[in-house]
T-cell receptor, first 114, second 114 residues
Framework: QQQVKQSPQSLIVQKGGIPIINCAYENTAFDYFPWYQQFPGKGPALLIAIRPDVSEKKEGRFTISFNKSAKQFSLHIMDSQPGDSATYFCAAGGKGGGYQKVTFGIGTKLQVIP | EAQVTQNPRYLITVTGKKLTVTCSQNMNHEYMSWYRQDPGLGLRQIYYSMNVEVTDKGDVPEGYKVSRKEKRNFPLILESPSPNQTSLYFC?????????????FGDGTRLSIL
């Protein structure tokens, strides 16, 4: 059972564009929604995270939008740059399934072309 | 420097030959976890540990063992590896127990089981 559904699996945008990656979750016990960025040969690194008491969080060029009623959240990258080319994972964490865990989406490979 | 260190980074071995992947963190984190990353499947949790001597199964525990005898170390053991365990493995840690904390990942171990 895929508890966090992420789309699209791949995305190509031109420099300066605004890629949007979407995620949907099922378990309302989740209370932490991070995004991780992964470069080739490296482990995922926390990019930005949101908790369900706010609808939007912005850090630099990265913004999370959160819709609690729809159980959806998305990552927007403003003024995207070639250096943003990476794989992005959304995740949902908390006491889902009765124990503390984090569930990841399948990942989105983003390519920003100059 | 705060980090999660995995060894080895790469390993090619044969079916049935027991192997151990080590993981060590220097941040005094309580929570540690192992994931495997496969194309199209994202990151899936294998085992996690909420503290010393406390471990539990994640989503894909079959064929793996773990132990947590010291707070900083969390080795992953494959008693009798099989080709379907060929994957990219990540160890992660977070300050406190559970899914509502940011995770720090190692740089991964690529295992090939022939």
């Amino acid at each position: 059972q895929q508890q966090v559904k992420q789309s699209p699996q791949s995305l190509i945008v031109q420099k300066g564009g605004i890629p949007i990656i979407n995620c949907a979750y099922e378990n309302t016990a989740f209370d932490y929604f991070p995004w991780y960025q992964q470069f080739p040969g490296k482990g995922p690194a926390l990019l930005i995270a949101i908790r369900p008491d706010v609808s939007e969080k912005k850090e630099g060029r990265f913004t999370i939008s959160f819709n609690k009623s729809a159980k959806q959240f998305s990552l927007h990258i403003m003024d995207s740059q070639p250096g943003d080319s990476a794989t992005y994972f959304c995740a949902a964490g908390g006491k889902g399934g009765g124990y503390q865990k984090v569930t990841f989406g399948i990942g989105t490979k983003l390519q920003v072309i100059p | 420097e705060a980090q999660v260190t995995q060894n080895p980074r790469y390993l090619i071995t044969v079916t049935g030959k027991k192997l151990t992947v080590t993981c060590s963190q220097n941040m005094n984190h309580e929570y540690m976890s192992w994931y495997r990353q496969d194309p199209g499947l994202g990151l899936r949790q294998i085992y996690y540990s909420m503290n010393v001597e406390v471990t539990d199964k994640g989503d894909v525990p079959e064929g793996y063992k773990v132990s947590r005898k010291e707070k900083r170390n969390f080795p992953l053991i494959l008693e009798s590896p099989s080709p379907n365990q060929t994957s990219l493995y990540f160890c992660a840690s977070s300050p406190k127990t559970g899914g509502s904390q940011p995770q720090h990942f190692g740089d991964g171990t690529r295992l090939s089981i022939l």
